[in-house]
């Protein structure tokens, strides 16, 4: 089986996705480990009497785009988005990889709706160099940019699975998973 187009396999999981993949989501993790050190190392400090850490919040709220958008590529390749399953469990063969079909296509055009939005942000923020306001002056466009990556990833994604899906229609077969 081709690791990069099917997932099917529930054994193995995400050790079964590529190199690149499996590197956002080790770089999620290693961001949510620093947010979970940012904020211990300031409730702390706040309990002591003094904040030591200047704009918390900010790079709290930075942090968080890249814990959960960095993964979202491999969440879509594992077919593990949430999806109400009260007529989909009741489809088999053609009919499965249809709705399948479809819900790709729902999520690339969503995803390029995003994208665009992310895309036109994220070149203002470059152009003008805009900052938060506080004290450490944190530039938009990094959290912008890892955005407009992580969407971008997404739509690949959801690009690859689509191309799947299809051959496996048009060949009579059953979609992934989780359609």
Not at 61 to 81: F, K, S, W
Request: hydrophobic share 55%.
């Amino acid at each position: 089986m081709d690791p990069v187009t099917d997932t099917e396999n529930e054994e193995g999981g995400a050790s079964r996705l590529p190199r690149a993949e499996r590197l956002l989501v080790s770089l999620a993790v290693v961001c949510l480990f620093a947010m979970g050190v940012l904020i211990t190392v300031n409730v702390v400090s706040r309990w002591l009497g003094r904040s030591i850490v200047p704009d918390d919040v900010l790079l709290v709220q930075e942090l968080m785009v890249p814990v959960i958008l960095l993964p979202i590529g491999v969440v879509t390749a594992l077919r593990g988005h949430i999806a109400v399953e009260l007529f989909t469990s009741r489809l088999q063969g053609r009919g499965a990889v249809a709705l399948s079909i479809l819900a790709h296509l729902v999520g690339i055009a969503f995803g390029l709706f995003l994208f665009w939005a992310a895309l036109r942000s994220f070149l203002d923020s470059w152009e003008t160099q805009d900052y938060y306001n506080g004290i450490l002056h944190i530039r938009m466009w990094p959290g912008e940019g890892i955005f407009v990556f992580a969407i971008g990833l997404f739509i690949f994604r959801l690009l690859v699975l689509l191309a799947t899906d299809t051959r496996r229609m048009l060949n009579g077969g059953a979609a992934g998973t989780r359609p």
